[in-house]
């Protein structure tokens, strides 16, 4: 939905498209709900949406990640028939960008998608791999089982979710400490 007036892209959700939302949320947690708390959630939604931008804000971001997967997309089936284009080895990537990788894994880590408990977490962007680089401290010792079984784990959870990251590699650095390495997908 675009307005031609000022070249702006604009998005609408009706009120019943809200609610429909919001009731398919209750349905896919399986949360039997009261009228009362629909019309809490339903107001949390609304001011969140209309009040605060919070949505805007988090859409424009996901916009631009879309945008940069289809340039992506769009170069690596189109570069070869223009005459000359010059691709250095290194790519700079946005700090946005990044920023949303280092929340997105951070979400994953704390998820209680995973049995598993970490008491520490450190991450960093290594450029010239490119690759984030995700050590996990635990208070129980791993071994190769339990580190199959979280990179299993984690390949599931990404496949069911939206996001711009691929698990690259698992490894053990001590008795209670693993490396995770996650690419960019974009």
């Given at each position: ?59 424009n971001i996901k916009i631009q990640e879309k945008v940069f997967q289809w340039l992506s ?35 994953m880590i704390s998820s209680k998608f995973f049995s598993y408990g970490f008491k520490d ?64 997908i974009w």
């Amino acid at each position: 939905m675009s307005n031609k007036e000022d070249g702006k892209i604009e998005m609408f959700l009706s009120p019943e498209e809200l609610l429909q939302i919001i009731g398919d949320w209750f349905k896919a947690k399986r949360i039997y709900y009261s009228d009362e708390m629909f019309y809490d959630y339903n107001n949390m939604v609304k001011d969140k949406i209309s009040e605060t931008n919070e949505m805007v804000a988090y859409l424009n971001i996901k916009i631009q990640e879309k945008v940069f997967q289809w340039l992506s997309v769009h170069h690596s089936n189109r570069k070869d028939i223009y005459q000359k284009v010059e691709e250095k080895d290194e790519e700079l990537v946005p700090a946005w960008f990044l920023q949303e990788r280092f929340k997105e894994i951070e979400m994953m880590i704390s998820s209680k998608f995973f049995s598993y408990g970490f008491k520490d977490i450190a991450m960093e962007y290594d450029s010239v791999l490119k690759h984030f680089i995700v050590s996990l401290f635990s208070d129980k010792e791993m071994d190769e089982m339990s580190l199959s079984v979280l990179s299993s784990d984690i390949q599931a959870y990404l496949e069911n979710q939206l996001t711009l990251l691929k698990l690259e590699e698992t490894k053990i650095l001590d008795d209670k400490q693993i490396e995770l390495a996650f690419s960019l997908i974009w």
